[in-house]
């Protein structure tokens, strides 16, 4: 795994999708520790289920004074997601996908994307999703992957830092709580089966 350079990720700009106002990473950090969750895209299925899923750690996180922050790499179908209130938290735009490029956060190509694209596991992904009443949408920037990264208060450590491998990749709660030491009530859903794909339909 990459080592984080905390100092030169936390300079890179923000744009706060309730106030349109541009914050520095770093920001998210200095009060309090945080759980930034890096979408690939707003419009993805299983992005939303994925968003659903750590939205419910949430009054946890909140209780333990932990913020729950998601960022997505362009401002393409924020409304659509903010309006389908998929995520319990503040949702910020990095528009020149920097912190995603400083994270590892790696992009597909076209090829590697097509072909698993039309494939039998994508469809099992979307089906399991809209089984949830989550539907998606094949708009903006298909190729970008994400991930987690949760900071220390302060900005003091790095307790994860996490790379999507494929599109369905994600962390478990329970991960999320260990690597903050703390303990929460909520239930983990069943995942939708997602393999270098779009997870959408």
């Not at 209780?63 to 309006?83: D, I, M, R, S, W």
């Not at 992009?107 to 039309?118: F, G, I, K």
């Amino acid at each position: 795994m990459a080592t984080v350079d905390l100092v030169k990720v936390g300079k890179n700009l923000l744009k706060s999708g309730e106030t349109g106002k541009s914050v520095e990473l770093l920001s998210l950090w200095q009060d309090q520790p945080v759980v930034l969750f890096f979408l690939r895209r707003f419009g993805c299925q299983v992005c939303r289920w994925m968003a659903t899923e750590i939205s419910k750690l949430e009054p946890d996180l909140r209780a333990n004074g932990v913020a729950l922050v998601g960022v997505g790499p362009e401002e393409f179908g924020l409304k659509e997601f903010k309006e389908g209130g998929f995520f319990k938290g503040p949702v910020y735009v990095d528009e020149h996908k920097k912190s995603y490029k400083d994270l590892g956060f790696k992009r597909y190509t076209a090829l590697s994307l097509v072909p698993a694209a039309l494939g039998k596991k994508v469809r099992d992904a979307a089906s399991k999703a809209s089984a949830e009443g989550i539907q998606g949408n094949f708009s903006g920037d298909l190729l970008q992957s994400g991930g987690m990264l949760i900071v220390a208060k302060g900005g003091e450590k790095v307790l994860m830092h996490f790379i999507q491998d494929s599109p369905g990749d994600h962390l478990a709660l329970e991960d999320i709580c260990k690597a903050l030491g703390i303990s929460a009530n909520a239930k983990a859903g069943q995942m939708p089966v997602c393999n270098d794909d779009v997870c959408t339909r």
